[in-house]
């Protein structure tokens, strides 16, 4: 396993000649070094790159010669000033390697000074784009597992500089921790690991086919109709004369043909429907049998495996002990058949735009909580109580919505007063109806209120929500990387809070949080979390278990 | 109450500390904690000044215009408008800072904000990522800085504490990593 993880850099390091005085080799004191001069070259060639455009522009747009000479102009006092500022902030750029830490110090005016643990880095990548390659110089980027990309980079130190600081971060933290070698190799993508395993969840045709019907879509139809107003000649004629004469002949207000183009407009519209949901089954099957076709999972010694695709074959490798929570998902008419779907959140994003990683997306209880308790997350225990949210979950909506409703009150008294009743009839028989829409706010969050639950047992947080796509999320509390209770007015006046949990991985949009629970009961969720969380600390959370 | 949550029997019971329902939770909390330094007042003081002359002078100008066209007297616009102003640079900044404050013990960190909306974040010492210390020109010049942490979670990746002390600020930085890296032994 060890020698997987070698890359041919490695190699090369070991037997370069270490003659240089570079940071690396002065690491054990304090010294704050300084990027590599020629950085500035680098830095100045892209930033006016990224300036030929603007340039050509102004160049077409002035057209004289008077023009040409501001330009140059200031073109240069541009170039002067930025170069100015590319060297000032190369200044008062330094890093310095230290017993425990990489310290970054930064800014020209606004100064921060990094540090990053040597615990905390996962990896040191280089990275040469072509103007630093002709000069040598590499870009050091250390990843620390964070959500965000910009976690250390120091741009730009020469290559040999690179090379050894990696070299010693590495070093460095084996000191501390054995790297894992089992995240390396998913890396490197050895197939001879996988051979002889077990697959644990796979699905058929039927189910495919079963799960295209519940994926009804009408994407494909939208595409369609798109094409079609761009090939409209290509069409049958007929449908569209029916329905043209349908309205032309409705128009006329005759009673005779009246009649039949009421049955004409009935047979258009149900014949449109028919076909509208032909076209939504159908796009559901392409869709679904594109992504699904062939989906199985497979138990390796480094995690799940899974493949699927028809044309697109996806192959993915999702180490077990990186998966930090668990979503059953399904949906309000699935549910009735016992279908559910499982997805883990983990660092990093499944292929596409999907935030969490699906690992079975139609699949019976039986089925999915094995997969889930591989990744030690587990069903909530028979008869687990789950709690409601307290009623301060659509006070904020109920008040909105009486809002709207008393503003549309005051509009309908005041508006027949000031204008002529019979100018502003139709206005306001709109009006006097449109309360029912400003009532919608409220409606929405009391269904959102009547499926929202929690729970929480000894190891697992529990929250349910949705009304049509119901989902559970299942947090292991040791998974928990920070906990807010968020108050707003009305929930500070009625003693609620939102316990919201940042964990890692997953979207950055929806945050896992437990709607307005009273007070105390959200300060006790969140201890018990904090808690689990204090005792294991998050590196050894994501190593693989030796 | 039957809609509304209760806690039944098998509920872990909350530790004698919790306070009744009845008094002000928030402010016994506030107690415990640690106050920003005071010249964190100043600094949102002097911050809220630059912004409202900032936004002053368009508003005296347009004041003016209209004014000068009759359509209103003078500084009918601009007057209340400066009044808000002056209670956003003398009133505001102590209060916002009154509300803040900061905890660091038995691994963890808790940071509590806001008013209206007021939110209490703990983060646990064993999952900080890296640290920040911050200045901005402003904190420079009170010899502020902000303490950054930064977390592996997509929501709260960075949580920020402002107004401390550059020595202070750096001591936490220190402490907290000695904290991961004795966690890591």
């Known amino acids: 396993m060890d020698n997987s993880i070698r890359t041919p850099l490695d190699d090369a390091l070991k037997s370069a000649p270490e003659n240089k005085a570079n940071a690396s080799d002065l690491a054990s004191d304090n010294t704050a070094f300084h990027l590599s001069p020629l950085s500035l070259i680098a830095k100045t060639i892209t930033g006016l790159r990224s300036l030929i455009f603007p340039i050509l522009a102004a160049f077409f747009a002035l057209g004289d010669k008077v023009g040409y000479i501001f330009l140059l102009i200031g073109f240069g006092i541009f170039t002067l000033i930025s170069l100015g500022f590319i060297f000032w902030a190369w200044k008062r750029f330094s890093y310095q390697i230290g017993a425990e830490e990489i310290r970054i110090e930064s800014g020209i005016l606004s100064r921060n000074a990094r540090s990053i643990p040597y615990e905390r880095i ?3 990548s280089l990275e040469q784009s072509l103007i630093p390659r002709f ?4 870009a050091v980027k250390f990843e620390t597992g964070g959500s965000e990309g910009d976690e250390g980079t120091l741009e730009f130190v020469s290559v040999d500089e690179a090379e050894n600081l990696r070299q010693l971060i590495r070093t460095r933290k084996a000191g501390v921790a054995k790297i894992s070698p089992v995240d390396k190799s998913i890396a490197t993508g050895d197939d001879d690991a996988i051979a002889q395993d077990e697959v644990i969840f796979s699905m058929d045709i039927k189910r495919i086919f079963t799960l295209g019907i519940f994926n009804f879509s009408l994407i494909l139809f939208a595409v369609i109709a798109g094409a079609a107003q761009q090939f409209d000649f290509l069409l049958p004629r007929d449908l569209g004369d029916i329905i043209k004469y349908a309205v032309d002949s409705y128009d006329e207000r005759s009673t005779q043909i009246k009649g039949i183009a009421i049955y004409s407009q009935i047979a258009a519209i149900v014949g449109l429907i028919f076909a509208l949901i032909v076209m939504g089954m159908l796009s559901g099957q392409v869709q679904t049998f594109l992504r699904e076709y062939g989906f199985s999972l497979t138990a390796t010694d480094r995690g799940i495996r899974r493949q699927r695709g028809l044309l697109t074959l996806t192959d993915v490798v999702m180490p077990l002990h990186r998966v930090q929570a668990a979503i059953v998902q399904t949906g309000a008419i699935r549910k009735r058949f016992g279908w559910y779907a499982l997805k883990f959140t983990s660092l990093g994003s499944d292929t596409g735009k999907e935030s969490s990683h699906m690992m079975a997306p139609l699949a019976k209880d039986e089925e999915y909580w094995p997969i889930a308790h591989r990744a030690s997350i587990d069903a909530p225990a028979e008869g687990t109580y789950f709690y409601r949210a307290h009623f301060s979950y659509m006070a904020a909506s109920m008040l909105f919505s009486a809002f709207l409703i008393a503003f549309i009150f005051c509009l309908s008294t005041i508006l027949p007063k000031i204008f002529d009743a019979q100018k502003i009839a139709t206005s306001m028989a709109i009006i006097n109806w449109i309360w029912i829409v400003a009532l919608f706010p409220f409606l929405l969050s009391c269904i959102g209120w009547r499926y929202h639950f929690h729970a929480m047992d000894d190891r697992q947080i529990y929250v349910k929500s949705g009304f049509w796509n119901q989902k559970m999320t299942i947090l292991p509390m040791v998974k928990v990387q920070t906990v807010d209770l968020a108050q707003g007015p009305i929930s500070q006046y009625l003693k609620t809070a939102d316990v919201k949990f940042g964990i890692a991985g997953g979207s950055g949009l929806s945050v896992l949080t437990i709607h307005n629970v009273p007070m105390e009961t959200a300060r006790h969720i969140r201890q018990n979390c904090i808690n689990a969380a204090k005792n294991i600390d998050f590196s050894d959370l994501i190593k693989a278990p030796k | 109450m039957p809609i509304i949550e209760l806690m039944n029997d098998d509920t872990p019971q909350i530790t004698e500390t919790e306070t009744s329902p009845d008094s002000d939770a928030r402010e ?9 330094d005071p010249g964190y007042i100043l600094l949102l003081r002097l911050s ?3 912004r409202a002359i900032l936004l002053a002078i368009p508003i005296f100008i347009g004041d003016a215009a209209i004014a000068n066209e009759g359509l209103i007297k003078p500084f009918v616009i601009a007057a209340p408008i400066s009044m808000l102003f002056l209670l956003m640079i003398f009133l505001l900044p102590r209060r916002r800072y009154n509300r803040w404050g900061y905890d660091m013990s038995d691994g963890q960190i808790q940071i509590i904000r806001g008013y209206l909306f007021y939110t209490d974040t703990i ?16 904190e420079r010049l009170f010899g502020l800085s902000s303490l950054v942490l930064h977390t592996a979670g997509t929501h709260n ?11 202070i ?14 966690d890591m032994l």
Do not use: C, W
Request: charged share 25%.
């Open chain 2, 28 to 36: 016994d909390i506030r107690d415990s904690m640690t106050q920003l």
């Open chain 2, 48 to 50: 809220a000044f630059i």
């Open chain 1, 122 to 124: 996962q990896d040191v």
């Open chain 1, 135 to 138: 000069l040598g110089i590499s």
């Open chain 2, 169 to 182: 600020a750096e001591e936490m930085r220190d402490t907290i990593r000695d904290y991961i890296k004795a």
């Open chain 2, 123 to 138: 983060v646990p010492i064993n999952r900080v990522q890296h640290i920040d210390v911050a200045q901005g020109p402003l």
């Open chain 2, 157 to 167: 990746s960075t949580v920020v504490l402002p107004g401390l002390k550059r020595e």
